[in-house]
């Protein structure tokens, strides 16, 4: 299996009708996240704070990650990150989950989508309102964003906790 054979990418069909309001949620927050090897503008990351987005997320984003095999989805933890000119995240991994998402909430310049490490750097074809699906402990980051345009993504990890053994088919 190749390491892009695992990472999977959907558009979100309802992002036009979200996309305002989640960016009208996000100006809430001005928290800037500056720690050794990341530069991101604003984030709820690491934040105690009441999520105000976290329904358009569970009603709309989260139906998008479910696999019929399992029988319950667990969401670990959700955040959001904006990342303005000259923003980065570094190399990193997401631990104690199966599955981590990065949804596009905007994304001018597809130079700044997310990348990934796998004995080689790879990097996705994403635009806007889409959806990336991975494993966890795939290595990956926010590239620098050289854009003058803000880049706003929303990321959890989900974790599925039983098998469906139904819905396993095998030919």
Known sequence: MKANDMIEIQSVKEHKEIKDELLRMFSKVKVPRIVEGDNISNSDYGVDIQRE????????????????????????????QQYEKNDFHHWHIHGNSHFSHIYFVELPDKNSATEFYKDKL?????????????????????????????????????????????NIKID
């Open 122 to 166: 790879i990097k996705i074809n994403v635009k806007e309102g889409d959806l990336v699906t991975f494993p966890s402990y795939m290595i990956h980051r926010a590239p620098k964003n050289k854009s003058k345009k803000r880049k706003s993504i929303i990321s959890f990890n989900t974790t599925f906790d039983e098998v469906f053994t139904k």
């Open 53 to 80: 987005y976290l329904s358009l997320v569970t009603s709309i984003i989260l139906p998008y990650t479910f696999k019929k095999q399992y029988r319950a989805q667990i969401v670990n933890a959700i955040w959001f």
